[in-house]
């Protein structure tokens, strides 16, 4: 905009200019910058529809970092001196926007690649999003707006903070007792009946002499479902507290990790912010830690009317389950409960 206008003060000097000294050579000047301009203008809207363009998220093994890769192909003779990029990376759990402007160049019938590092504050997954691609003409006077492709997002994953969740450690740590991944078939309680095995069960609940006599595996099955492994579920803060829920979020994914890493088996309950749902998810092997923390990736992280504890408590899930851990913000105003359980530690933030 500035050289735009920069150009016309320039025609109106030159054109009093003329006025003023009636001079051919001031009107020639006039003449053939114009013209340059016009031919500029006209070469650069034929070489818009010769230009490819496309934006993804890669990780550059030199940097060690996830940038924005731009490949640009002009398929044009003419060079394309000025293109101008507004990209937005989106945080999808806590909504911060990260701007970022990006100026390159290309040359006629050429391919480039360009690499635009991008960070953010907190953890989550990253949506890319081009607000603008602005093609420039060779003199900056006019530009054309054109449609770029953009392909994948990627995720921030929280940093490992023990600091964070070292008082939890012991606890989900000591003892003998749960030595043994969280499938069906693997409580401990008193034994109601006698089922057929079915896939999941653990063998420590076998019973070898009657599945001897019938000839069918068959397990024993609890009273009252205890399958003697680790709840975790945690509840956030208000949305503006985004340093507080990140600290949440990166409790939960170590604690978790930690768990999968010693082979012990829990499940994890959260709320579902965008339908304001508690769901749950068991977690036995790696890949469904993996699952597990890309959707708690991809939810907004928000306080919501009920919380998960209340929700636990008054289902009475929590005695589905030998030793439970709470992740919560300080000072959380809570009233199911869940603070007074026996096998239950609370991990503030």
Not at 1 to 28: A, H, S
Not at 43 to 56: A, P
Not at 284 to 303: G, N, P, S, W
């Amino acid at each position: 905009m500035i050289k735009r206008l920069g150009y016309i003060f320039l025609f109106l000097i030159l054109i009093l200019l003329y006025i003023w000294t009636n001079k051919k050579m001031t009107l020639w000047a006039v003449v053939i910058i114009m013209f340059s301009i016009m031919i500029a203008v006209l070469i650069n809207q034929w070489n818009v529809n010769k230009l490819n363009m496309l934006y993804e998220i890669v990780y550059d093994n030199k940097s060690k970092r996830n940038c924005i890769k731009i490949n640009v192909e002009n398929r044009s003779i003419f060079p394309i001196n000025h293109i101008q990029s507004i990209i937005y990376c989106e945080n999808i759990v806590f909504g911060t926007k990260n701007k970022q402007t990006i100026d390159f160049s290309v040359k006629g019938k050429s391919k480039e690649e360009y690499l635009l590092p991008v960070n953010s504050r907190y953890c989550g997954r990253i949506d890319l999003n081009v607000e603008k691609c602005l093609v420039f003409d060779w003199f900056d006077f006019s530009y054309r707006s054109i449609k770029v492709n953009t392909r994948g997002n990627y995720y921030i994953y929280p940093q490992k903070k023990k600091q964070i969740w070292e008082n939890a450690l012991d606890y989900f740590t000591e003892g003998s007792d749960i030595t043994y991944k969280h499938t069906r078939g693997n409580d401990v309680s008193e034994i109601l009946q006698i089922r057929e095995y079915r896939q999941g069960d653990s063998i420590k609940n076998i019973h070898w002499k009657l599945s001897a006599k019938s000839q069918n595996l068959l397990v024993k099955e609890a009273d009252c479902p205890n399958d003697n492994s680790i709840m975790i579920l945690f509840d956030y803060s208000d949305i503006q507290d985004r340093d507080v829920n990140n600290d949440i979020l990166t409790a939960v994914l170590n604690i978790s990790m930690e768990l999968q890493n010693d082979r012990k088996g829990h499940t994890l309950f959260r709320m579902d912010t965008s339908s304001e749902k508690v769901v749950e998810r068991s977690i036995t092997e790696e890949e469904e830690y993996d699952v597990m923390r890309c959707e708690v990736l991809e939810t907004e992280a928000r306080k919501c009317k009920k919380s998960v504890a209340d929700t636990i408590m008054r289902l009475n899930i929590f005695t589905q389950f030998a030793k439970i851990i709470y992740v919560c913000p300080k000072n959380f105003k809570d009233d199911s409960g869940i603070k007074d359980l026996e096998q239950c530690v609370i991990v503030e933030i």
